[in-house]
């Protein structure tokens, strides 16, 4: 039993580890300090992901300003005082909400802002984010809210404290950690999302310059590369997945550190 | 809902070691008052050859008792009983002793000349025996009322303890000549009424054990 | 000067008897208290008075109510959802239950210390200082610390933390968490202390420690301390009060309880007779 437990572990992280050496093996070929600065440029010009970086940054804090508050509120809400009907009933949706496609995100998004505003925007690719970040969000507080244990409330309430000052001073602090890493994980999640952005943000080939127009991101870049005729184009596809691997990789990693157990 | 418990095992244990505690008192101070009566020495040396295994015997019941403490940590009722057992043993032990002196005094009595009248001690031992018997009787019973009537007839022993003082001093001065004897038998009659006084107190410790009222050093019952 | 017969003389040495509950005023007086876990009725007519600065034990079976009623004391059932309490209790004459009664201030007066030590995840520092940041007691970051060195030193703890005050709290030993506790709630100087089996998760070296700490503290606070071990009742308490299935069968001083019981059932649950 124990072997054959081991035998899967062992196939389960060698085809990780085959998936980052493969893109690694083909994509720094294409890394240079220019890739990662530069806007892209016609076929034969070189060229490279800078507007695309940046453009991934600005969405992801699009989502997280909408995001993670909302989450968190609700996670708040759902542990402390929805134990009711109702509250199982925005269980419910939430749990839904979590295995909603993104592409029906997207196009929801789609549908609602991006045909009243009569165009593309950042904006509403961080809120496509933002939806699917809430969910997740949300049921990792509530459980992380839940594992707090009950007599750490009863020890502040017993010393005069109100409700809400327990559930801010003693149960989120208490269960912040846990948070933290729902929180990340939902950033390294979001991080990889292309089919909601397609509808909604789009893509560019420059530089941002403002949440109410088009704006590119990693993923859809890669997307559009991969998808070309060009072998250059190729090879940056290839470099430009290397460089969201590293970015989620060291997301994943910086949530390990900073939530490593200190009190 | 009963509970067995080992506590039980040992009160029933204790309440046997003091049974037979109370059984050699009875026995010695019997035979010691037979031994006097009937001038029986050889009555007499058992008794005293017997006090060692009575002695060994409270002990024994100390030991008990400690242990009953001390493992046991007994409360309420059980409480009360293995301190009123405690304090039994060196009551039954004196008494016992008394016994013994009675027979040392019965086989020096042996070589005296007898009494002309009966001045009453052979009824002064009935009653102390019978006390003792009753008070025994109450105390493994529990029975506070039957203790309360022992110790109402501690007054019969010691007026009759006053009357014998007085007949021994008076026959003293009239016949100085058997004065060592009426002063053996003064002694004896001392012995009883001290045994007398014992039962009355561990007739006391069966009504703390019975009710928890301490009835000791007051007048009224 | 004339040589008096005995009979009237005084003993020459005093006689010292522990103090009479009934020589105290009633500090907390629970008149009638029923008391719902929804349909269940935990408490039925309890009536029973506290004596100020005395320590009362609540002994009894599993089950059988002593925890709830003492949660009923500082309204800590309260947040448990569907309960309901019928019945008067009064500290220092006012009713706790009465309609627009301060709970958070009740809390403040009357602290509480719970059976498995419950320290926050922050600094023995901020741990004791909660209470006293909440309430808003003291002014100057001077005063918080005078008061923090006085509820551990209270608790018998100071000198034991007082060069790691910034660590955490969770460092400590389960003994000296306890003790935490009893200085988080002293902070906040409370009248009366409850306390629910306070020592039942600790080792018997710990257990004396805080036995000893209640017996001092006795002297400024009222104590009501829940206990499964009739021993530790004995040993700390002044009154001792049995709760079976929700009832209470008998209210004593803890001599009489132990030694001469008024109930029979008193008795048989003292002895070891039922489980």
New interface residues.
């Given amino acids: 039993m124990g072997t054959l437990a081991a035998l899967c572990t062992i196939v389960a992280v060698s085809v990780l580890g085959i998936i980052l050496s493969y893109i690694a093996m083909r994509g720094i070929s294409s890394i240079s300090f220019r890739f990662l600065v530069d806007t892209p440029r016609p076929v034969g010009e070189g060229g490279g992901i800078g507007n695309a970086i940046v453009g991934s940054a600005v969405l992801l804090g699009l989502a997280c300003a909408a995001g993670i508050p909302t989450g968190i509120a609700t996670g708040v809400y759902l542990s402390e005082i929805g134990r009711n009907w109702f509250g199982n009933i925005v269980r419910f949706l939430i749990d839904t909400l979590t295995g909603i496609p993104s592409i029906v995100t997207g196009v929801f998004v789609y549908a609602v802002i991006v045909l009243r505003m009569k165009h593309f925007s950042a904006f509403a690719g961080g809120v496509a984010l933002a939806l699917i970040m809430i969910p997740i969000v949300a049921r990792t507080t509530e459980e992380m809210i839940k594992l707090v244990p009950h007599s750490l409330r009863e020890g502040a309430l017993a010393l005069g404290a109100p409700q809400w000052r327990v559930t801010l001073g003693v149960v989120l602090p208490a269960a912040a950690s846990g948070i933290a890493t729902g929180v990340m994980l939902s950033i390294a999640r979001v991080s990889g999302e292309t089919a909601p952005l397609l509808f909604t943000a789009f893509g560019s080939r420059f530089f941002p310059n403002g949440l109410n127009e088009p704006i590119a991101s990693l993923t859809v870049q890669i997307y559009n590369y991969a998808i070309s005729p060009y072998d250059e184009w190729h090879a940056q596809a290839w470099a430009a997945t290397l460089v969201l691997m590293t970015l989620i990789l060291t997301i994943n990693v910086s949530v390990r550190f900073l939530t490593r157990k200190k009190f | 809902?009963?509970?067995h418990?080992h506590?039980d095992e040992e009160l029933d244990e204790l309440r046997d070691s003091i049974m037979r505690l109370g059984g050699e008192a009875e026995a010695a101070l019997r035979r010691a008052m037979h031994a006097l009566s009937e001038r029986d020495i050889a009555a007499a040396n058992e008794v005293l050859e017997h006090d060692d295994a009575i002695d060994e015997l409270e002990v024994e019941v100390d030991r008990q008792c400690i242990d009953i403490f001390v493992l046991r940590?007994?409360?309420?009722?059980?409480?009360?009983f293995v301190m009123s057992v405690a304090k039994t043993a060196p009551l039954l032990e004196r008494i016992a002793d008394h016994a013994c002196n009675i027979a040392r005094a019965a086989t020096d009595l042996a070589g005296e000349p007898e009494l002309k009248n009966d001045i009453g001690m052979g009824r002064m031992g009935e009653i102390a025996s019978s006390m003792l018997t009753g008070a025994l009787d109450a105390f493994t019973r529990s029975d506070a009322d039957a203790a309360r009537a022992i110790i109402k007839r501690d007054a019969e022993i010691n007026d009759l303890y006053n009357h014998i003082f007085r007949d021994l001093i008076e026959l003293m001065v009239k016949e100085p000549g058997t004065a060592t004897r009426d002063a053996r038998l003064l002694l004896v009659a001392k012995h009883l009424e001290r045994i007398g006084d014992y039962v009355t107190d561990i007739s006391e410790l069966t009504v703390y054990m019975a009710e928890?009222a301490v009835i000791k050093h007051r007048r009224g019952i | 000067m004339s040589m008096t017969p005995t009979a009237g003389m005084k003993p020459k040495f005093e006689i010292k008897s522990r103090a009479a509950p009934s020589s105290h005023a009633a500090k907390i007086s629970v008149k009638d208290l029923n008391f719902y876990y929804g349909r269940n009725q935990a408490l039925e007519s309890i009536s029973v008075e506290l004596p100020e600065k005395m320590v009362t034990a609540f002994i009894g079976p599993s089950g059988c109510g002593k925890t709830t009623f003492l949660r009923t004391l500082n309204r800590m059932n309260d947040v448990v959802p569907g309960t309901r309490v019928e019945g008067d209790v009064l500290i220092d004459g006012e009713n706790i239950y009465a309609a627009g009664a301060d709970v958070v201030d009740l809390r403040r007066k009357v602290g509480m210390v719970f059976q498995k030590s419950n320290p926050f995840p922050k600094s023995i520092f901020e741990n004791v200082a909660y209470g006293l940041r909440i309430n808003r007691l003291t002014s100057s970051r001077g005063e918080l610390e005078a008061r923090v060195e006085e509820a551990l030193t209270d608790a018998a703890l100071w000198t034991e933390v007082k060069d790691r005050l910034k660590s955490s709290a969770l460092g400590l030993s389960g003994g000296q968490q306890q003790r935490l506790c009893i200085a988080r709630a002293l902070a906040v100087r409370p009248e009366v202390i409850l306390m629910d089996e306070p020592a039942s998760a600790l080792d018997p070296i710990a257990t004396s420690k805080i036995e000893e700490l209640i017996f001092v503290l006795k002297q400024h606070y009222t104590i009501a301390i829940v206990t499964h071990n009739m021993q530790q009742a004995a040993r700390v308490s002044d009154l001792t009060a049995f709760f079976l299935l929700g009832k209470l069968v008998e209210v004593n001083t803890t001599e009489k309880m132990f030694t001469a019981p008024d109930e029979k059932l008193t008795e048989d649950y003292i002895t070891g007779r039922f489980g």
């Fill in positions: 809902m009963e509970v418990r506590l940590q007994p409360a309420a009722r059980d409480l009360r928890a």
